[in-house]
């Protein structure tokens, strides 16, 4: 089974390491700035018509482009070689589809390939195949 789409947005460049702590009571609660809780549901409403019928359960390959505006300064299909950092935006994308049921668990994503541009058109290429 093979999944390939693109969702076209602006790709929000806020990643899961921006959570935050604050103290109450002495104790440390982390919480989520808007930032977060916005790019997550960004992410939400682009994936969910994506989800496939069955969650994988084994093995996959989980293809990413993350595709920004490139404005005058990059031209299309340049990499992108500013933060944020590749890692940062998988976890939270990962996450996401976790949450809605693409897989039973992130553990199964075996080969991952990122790779991040400057865009025309600006989105998330998302490809998961099963190895």
Not at 90 to 118: H, I, N, P, R, Y
């Amino acid at each position: 089974m093979i999944i390939e789409f693109f969702m076209p947005m602006i790709p929000p460049c806020t990643t899961h390491q921006t959570k935050q702590v604050t103290i109450r009571g002495g104790k440390p609660k982390f919480y989520e700035p808007y930032e977060l809780k916005d790019a997550r549901r960004k992410l939400k409403e682009g994936l969910s018509g994506h989800t496939p019928a069955v969650p994988y359960s084994s093995a996959v390959q989980l293809v990413t482009k993350w595709c920004f505006p490139h404005g005058n300064k990059h031209r299309d299909g340049e990499y992108r070689t500013s933060r944020p950092d590749t890692d940062n935006l998988q976890k939270l994308l990962k996450d996401v589809m976790t949450t809605l049921g693409f897989w039973t668990d992130d553990a199964v994503v075996a080969s991952e390939v990122v790779e991040k541009f400057w865009a025309d058109v600006p989105g998330i290429y998302i490809a998961i195949r099963e190895v």
